[in-house]
């Protein structure tokens, strides 16, 4: 299994490398589809069973849910206050096979 690094390259651009090959295995904007203008990438996490979901958090206070396999979000998360996502936590219960997203803001917690 090897490892991927993803890095904020250009705002609102994210790009992921591959350690074993020492370069770029592709860059995409994000934040786009959710068609807001001057955004920026402000939080990023994969989650931890798997690492084939990533949750996107933007400066326009919006979250998008990526499955890597696909260029387009699964679903795309509003936090309403128009804050910027400050942080993203994949959180898994005993009670559900999939895991939770956490996402917090100035204002709010959000489940």
């Known amino acids: 299994m090897g490892w991927l690094l993803?890095?904020?390259?250009?705002?609102p651009y994210i790009e992921g490398f591959d350690m074993r090959m020492r370069?770029?295995?592709?860059?995409?904007?994000?934040?786009?589809?959710t068609r807001d203008i001057y955004q920026e990438v402000t939080a990023l996490e994969f989650d931890g069973d798997g690492g084939f979901l990533m949750a996107v958090g933007s400066s326009s206070g919006k979250v998008?849910?990526?499955?890597l396999c696909s260029?387009?979000?699964?679903?795309?998360k509003d936090?309403?206050?128009g804050s910027?996502?400050?942080d993203i936590k994949w959180h898994q219960t005993l009670n559900?096979?999939?895991p939770k997203l956490i996402t917090t803001d100035n204002h709010i917690v959000r489940i």
């Not at 993803?6 to 705002?11: D, G």
């Not at 998008?64 to 499955?67: A, K, V």
């Not at 260029?71 to 795309?76: A, D, E, V």
Request: net charge positive; charged share 20%.
């Open 71 to 76: 260029s387009y979000p699964i679903r795309i």
């Open 96 to 98: 559900s096979e999939r």
């Open 23 to 33: 370069s770029s295995v592709g860059g995409r904007d994000v934040v786009a589809p």
């Open 6 to 11: 993803v890095v904020a390259r250009m705002v």
């Open 79 to 81: 936090h309403m206050y």
């Open 84 to 86: 910027p996502i400050l």
């Open 64 to 67: 998008l849910i990526y499955d």
